[in-house]
């Protein structure tokens, strides 16, 4: 039996198990482009309870087509006796809003005409995202959060809100994410957004609009996510091909593509790379150098040396004016995948800057 199964199977016979909820904020939130939401809903995951002392807390972050689950897709560093282990500490992950896994999105009833907003969802950043989650912290009556972790759009989050609000954090842990979201990074997102605008059925207003956009969307989105090397260990032909042939690259975007569309939609996807294009921790704040300047966590940045999408370059940057920083440099071959997929590295990494450890975890 793997570990993981063992530590899992071990989980289940504590009482320290998994409490999906969701959080409804009956107010308004106004928006940061204007306008507002009438009211909104966010699904979190709990798992394990809060000390006495209430700062066993870590909070968890999830990227682009993320939920609250993280120990479906954070596998690899969940369960008793790993970094998010239930039995000592309370951990959250809450799905961000404009996400499809239960919080308020697209396909979420506009209480004003009790219809789905559909293609008159607001526009987001992370910002808002963030004043969601904060919203969230003061309802569970967290003041402390001992650990924040987060990668690449949950990076962004993690960053956006330890400079919002300084006093959160005791650590941070961004990891393969940036200050601002870069050209590239941008282009890459409209490119697939010009996919999914692309499709016919994308005008129109239901659940499934845009979904073959979205599956060439998700195609494109995987070339950054990986990168040339990547491709040659995992999709060369065993053997030169006869043709006609079906090359294993091709089914292999095919396949990816058509993953992500059973379990995600084309108005969230639009919605969150929006977001995503517009953070710079700079904007209103003179530069993102004075930004993070206010962060007074201490932080462990992290990139990745293969990663096409958010090159280490701008995790040194991260390092280089966060007021007390370290950076560590993780060697994948994933590419910037590699925040989901290395998880012994970033288990060492942790456990080699286990400054975030709070005052009395639970026995």
């Known amino acids: 039996m793997s570990s993981k199964i063992t530590a899992l199977a071990a989980l289940r016979n504590t009482p ?23 009211e909104f809903q966010l699904a979190y995951s709990t798992y394990g309870k809060l000390n006495e002392a209430r700062d066993n807390v870590i909070w968890v972050c999830h990227a ?13 560093l969940f369960g008793v006796g790993n970094v998010l282990d239930p039995s000592r500490y309370f951990i959250v992950c809450a799905n961000v809003l404009g996400s499809c896994y239960g ?41 402390t959060v001992a650990l924040g972790l987060g990668g690449s759009l949950g990076g962004q989050q993690l960053l ?36 999914i605008a692309a499709d016919a059925s994308w005008a129109e207003s239901h659940a499934e609009a845009g979904k073959a956009g979205l599956k060439a969307a998700r195609a494109m989105a995987l070339l950054s996510y990986r990168n040339y090397h990547t491709y040659q260990q995992t999709q060369a032909e065993p053997q030169i091909p006869e043709l006609p042939h079906t090359f294993r690259a091709a089914s292999y975007q095919q396949y ?10 084309a108005f969230a996807y639009w919605t ?29 940045v992290i990139g990745i040396r293969s990663d096409l999408l958010f090159p280490p370059a701008e995790q040194q940057f991260l390092a ?6 370290v950076y560590e440099e993780i060697d994948s071959a994933y590419g910037h995948d590699g925040f989901l997929l290395e998880c012994d590295h970033l288990r060492a990494l942790l456990y080699k800057h286990q400054y975030w450890l709070p005052s009395n975890p639970l026995p």
């Open 64 to 76: 682009l087509t993320g939920n609250a689950r993280v120990d479906d897709w954070w596998g690899g």
């Open 103 to 143: 919080s308020t999105c697209a396909l979420s009833s506009d209480p004003q005409t009790a219809n789905p907003y559909y293609h008159r969802f607001p526009e987001l950043t992370i910002r808002d995202m963030v004043q969601g989650l904060e919203l969230l912290a003061q309802h569970l009556g967290i003041h």
């Open 256 to 265: 990816q593509g058509q993953k992500l569309c059973n379990r995600f939609d």
């Open 320 to 325: 280089t004016h966060l007021p007390q920083a």
């Open 160 to 195: 956006e809100w330890a400079v919002m609000y300084p006093e959160r954090f005791r650590q941070i842990v961004p990891i393969a994410t940036n200050a601002w979201h870069s050209p590239w990074g941008i282009a890459f997102n409209e490119a697939q957004r010009m996919a």
């Open 272 to 300: 969150l790379s929006k977001a995503m294009d517009s953070h710079h921790l700079g904007r209103g704040r003179g530069s993102a150098e004075a930004a993070l300047a206010k962060v007074k966590a201490r932080a462990l």
């Open 16 to 38: 320290y198990i998994l409490k999906n909820k969701v959080f409804y904020h009956k107010k308004p939130l106004s928006l940061e482009l204007g306008g507002q939401l009438a």
